[in-house]
């Protein structure tokens, strides 16, 4: 090839790889751009979203609706109802502007709503308003009571007798309707044949106002499983990050709560447990094996361990089939937010101190002093 040829063909070359870088560009310019157009259009769509949430669903309808807000209800509850009468565009939007302007002190009422109504009118009128009836008596459920406890509870408060509540709260046509009725809690998961009381761990310890002298045991029991509704909504965000049912949470949390007294200790306690869990050991804590023998113990002994129950978690790894008890808050938080340790062992000495050891050998060591020898 002479020289000229040579030369032309360099520059022949040249020109088509500028060409090709070109229309490289071009693409690479023309991709950027669709794609800075989809992300402004997401961004963008979702500004007017919210934008549009926030504002009234009909300003020119000034039409209102009575609508009941019931006693205990979050403002996840509240933005439900809302959004059902077609107050506000969405219950979400609505709990999180409720969480972003830190309002709080919502009441109980009977309430005229119009669609034409802001936000702000409407969380107004929510911290203004006033109990519709006078409380004619209230119980209290303290922490971790059991079903059979609660009923005695409540047979000294009301008229209804033990053996009643016991019937209705584990009647299966009872619990499905039930259900049916609060799915955001209750699944199949209670109906399992291995569960001793299906709605075990549901009835959220709290003190309630009734209204009326003589509610039934049927209303009783959905107030407070209300109550459960609510508290678990609150914490949704970390059941979700641990990948938690709320069966699993309340079977945990009921746990911790029949062996901790003090916040610090269910953390801890709780760190216990997921190590356990994690390496596939058995958790081994006695208050399920009392449980599973359904009677109280003052000490748990060895042949007690031996009681042939799914709930025996010295015999089964992992959780027991169900909560063994009526968590409160403090246990749930600790069941969501555990300690980091590195504990596999804890005991209660006779004074209440609750000893954390990592080894079996250093539980042994605390065991034979404060347990053995008293």
Not at 31 to 39: E, G, K, T
Not at 86 to 107: D, L, M, P, T
Not at 217 to 245: F, S
Request: aromatic share 10%; charged share 25%; net charge negative.
């Amino acid at each position: 090839m002479s020289e000229k040829k040579s030369k032309d063909y360099i520059e022949e070359k040249l020109k088509e790889k500028h060409h090709e870088a070109k229309i490289v560009r071009r693409i690479v310019f023309t991709v950027f751009v669709i794609l800075m157009l989809v992300l402004t259009g997401v961004i963008g769509g979702g500004y007017f979203y919210i934008k549009n949430a926030l504002k009234p669903v009909d300003e020119q309808n000034k039409e209102t609706k009575q609508i009941e807000i019931p006693i205990g209800s979050s403002p996840t509850t509240i933005g439900k109802i809302l959004e059902e009468n077609g107050v506000v565009h969405n219950a979400k939007i609505f709990r999180y502007y409720v969480k972003f302007k830190s309002e709080s002190g919502f009441q109980a009422g009977e309430y005229a709503f119009s669609p034409s109504m802001s936000l702000d009118e409407i969380i107004g009128q929510l911290k203004q308003g006033k109990i519709m009836q006078e409380v004619v008596f209230q119980v209290t459920i303290p922490e971790g009571r059991q079903l059979t406890q609660i009923a005695t509870i409540l047979a000294s408060r009301t008229n209804i007798k033990e053996e009643e509540f016991l019937e209705v709260v584990n009647d299966p046509e009872f619990v499905k309707k039930m259900i049916d009725k609060y799915p955001s809690i209750l699944t199949d998961d209670v109906l399992n044949e291995e569960v001793k009381y299906p709605l075990e761990g549901y009835l959220f310890p709290a003190t309630y106002p009734f209204y009326v002298e003589e509610p039934t045991v049927e209303e009783i029991i959905e107030t407070m499983l209300q109550k459960t509704v609510e508290v678990v909504a609150e914490n949704e965000d970390l059941m979700r990050q641990k990948e938690y049912t709320p069966h699993q949470l309340l079977t945990m949390a009921s746990m911790i709560e029949a062996e901790a007294t003090n916040q610090e200790d269910r953390q801890y306690i709780a760190s216990v447990f997921y190590n356990r869990l994690e390496i596939d050991m058995a958790l081994q804590t006695d208050p399920t094996v009392l449980y599973a023998l359904g009677e109280h113990k003052e000490r748990t002994l060895y042949e007690h361990l031996e009681v042939d129950s799914p709930y025996n978690t010295y015999l089964h790894t992992g959780l027991p089939p169900g909560p063994i008890a009526n968590a409160g808050a403090s246990s749930i938080e600790a069941a969501l937010k555990p300690a980091e340790s590195e504990y596999f062992y804890f005991l209660a000495t006779p004074d209440g101190e609750v000893l954390f050891n990592e080894t079996l050998e250093e539980h042994n060591i605390d065991k034979n002093k404060y347990i053995s020898t008293n």
